[in-house]
């Protein structure tokens, strides 16, 4: 457990980011512009993606090399998180696709009329 530190320390800070987000909020200011602390969504998005990534890698070398029950378990999770969000991007921009050439039918049906 102890060689999983270096993944779930950028893991926490991630979720940290995300709730500090919720936390802090988002204010308009009387000149109209928004305030928020929006840096901290990329950033928690980072982090998170840095603790899958070195989870899959360390577990994967892990998996080969005398493995116990806790890599096996964090091999399954760390690529099934990012199997789903690889579906999901997928899928997103799939839609966000047709959504768009739904628009360019109705502009080039509105050209032609």
């Known amino acids: 457990m102890k060689k999983y530190l270096f993944t779930i320390t950028p893991f ?20 109209g512009t928004l305030v928020e602390p929006f840096g901290l969504i990329p950033v928690g ?11 899959l890698i360390m577990s994967t070398w892990a998996l080969f ?11 399954g999770v760390s690529l099934a998180i990012i199997l789903l969000s690889v579906s999901y991007l997928f899928l997103s921009f799939s839609y966000l696709h047709s959504l768009d050439m739904k628009e360019m039918s109705m502009v080039s049906k509105s050209i032609v009329s």
Not at 45 to 55: C, G, H, K, R, V
Not at 65 to 75: E, M, S
Request: hydrophobic share 55%; charged share 10%; aromatic share 10%.
């Open 12 to 31: 926490i800070l991630g979720v940290i980011c995300f709730i500090a987000f919720s936390i802090i909020g988002s204010e308009v200011a009387p000149d």
């Open 45 to 55: 998005f980072l982090l998170i993606s840095i603790s899958l990534i070195a989870s």
């Open 65 to 75: 090399h005398n493995p116990t029950k806790i890599d096996k378990i964090a091999f």
